[in-house]
């Protein structure tokens, strides 16, 4: 098991910046392969981005490529989510989520064993 837990939503005006952590505990955090996901009010969850175990291998939605920024401090247990030049669509809550024991990156939510609660992103034009 590991359990996930996510902070640094808020409410941002346009153009602004947020930095969202995932902290895990339980298993060792450098086995997982992790995602950020996020889910607006009457809409499917949607993949973000995500990042392999030693943080060498990233992949991103297209619409957050060149803004965001995923990363992960394994010393820390820890991973990251930089969102900069922040636009109203961004608005949603976030989600971070582990795959167990998968040296694959994924976007689907499906492939993701454990999730955290979300932070909420709001961003104001």
């Known amino acids: 098991q590991v359990q996930l837990e996510e902070s640094g939503g808020g409410l941002v005006q346009a153009g602004g910046s947020l930095r969202l952590s995932c902290a895990a505990s339980?298993?060792?955090?450098?086995?997982?392969?992790m995602g950020w996901f996020r889910q607006a009010p009457g809409q499917e969850r949607e993949f973000i981005a995500t990042?392999?175990?030693?943080?060498?291998?990233?992949y991103y939605k297209d619409s957050v490529k060149g803004r965001f920024t995923i990363s992960r401090d394994n010393a820390k247990n820890t991973m990251y989510l930089q969102m900069n030049s922040l636009k109203p669509e961004d608005t949603a809550v976030y989600c971070c989520?582990?795959?167990?024991?998968?040296?694959?990156?994924?976007?689907?939510?499906?492939?993701?064993?454990?999730w955290g609660q979300g932070t909420q992103v709001a961003v104001s034009s």
């Open positions: 339980g298993r060792p955090f450098s086995i997982y392969v």
């Open positions: 989520a582990a795959r167990w024991r998968q040296t694959m990156l994924s976007t689907d939510p499906n492939g993701y064993d454990y």
């Open positions: 990042i392999n175990g030693i943080g060498g291998n990233t």
